[in-house]
């Protein structure tokens, strides 16, 4: 049930979706386009897993960390603070994910697309502080 000042809230699928599809998508394109002009098909091959997945994944879970902290009450005013707090969390899976599934191969691909998706972002979406907060 929600009340009349959580509707305000800066997290709702429409921001969901405009912060996650372009966090797939552009890095995809991009990087796909780059190996099309360069004619470099391990380039484009990798544009969408490795490049443009990385990028989503940290999108999303950036997205719920701030989702996160603002049901709790827990928002940085300092965004420096945050994004920095956020990225170590975001890496620290990378690096995870990179060693549990033997990518090292990708890892530049995987940690620079990690850094983007999270420092994008985590400086893009503000949290309010919300005292009403319900489900």
Same mark, same amino acid.
């Given at each position: *049930?929600?009340?009349?000042?959580?509707?305000?809230?800066?997290?709702?699928?429409?921001?969901?979706?405009?912060?996650?599809?372009?966090?797939?998508?552009?890095?995809?394109?991009?990087?796909?386009?780059a190996?099309?002009?360069?004619?470099?098909?391990?380039?484009?091959?990798?544009?969408?897993?490795?490049?443009? =997945?990385?990028? =989503?994944?940290?999108?999303?879970?950036?997205?719920?960390?701030?989702?996160? *902290?603002?049901?709790?009450?827990? !928002? *940085?005013?300092?965004?420096?603070?945050?994004?920095?707090?956020?990225?170590?969390?975001?890496?620290?899976?990378?690096?995870?994910?990179?060693?549990?599934?033997?990518?090292?191969?990708?890892?530049?691909?995987?940690?620079?697309?990690? *850094?983007? !998706?999270?420092?994008i972002?985590?400086?893009?979406?503000?949290?309010?502080?919300?005292?009403?907060?319900?489900?």
């Amino acid at each position: *049930m929600r009340n009349a000042s959580s509707i305000d809230s800066n997290f709702t699928i429409k921001t969901f979706l405009a912060a996650t599809l372009p966090a797939y998508i552009f890095p995809a394109l991009m990087s796909w386009g780059a190996g099309w002009l360069m004619e470099n098909e391990v380039l484009m091959a990798s544009s969408f897993v490795s490049i443009a =997945l990385p990028s =989503l994944v940290a999108t999303i879970v950036t997205y719920v960390i701030l989702w996160q *902290m603002e049901v709790q009450e827990k !928002g *940085m005013k300092n965004k420096y603070i945050k994004t920095s707090i956020i990225l170590g969390i975001t890496i620290g899976i990378a690096f995870a994910i990179i060693l549990l599934f033997h990518w090292q191969r990708f890892i530049f691909d995987i940690i620079f697309s990690t *850094m983007l !998706g999270t420092v994008i972002t985590a400086w893009r979406l503000p949290v309010k502080q919300n005292e009403n907060y319900e489900y």
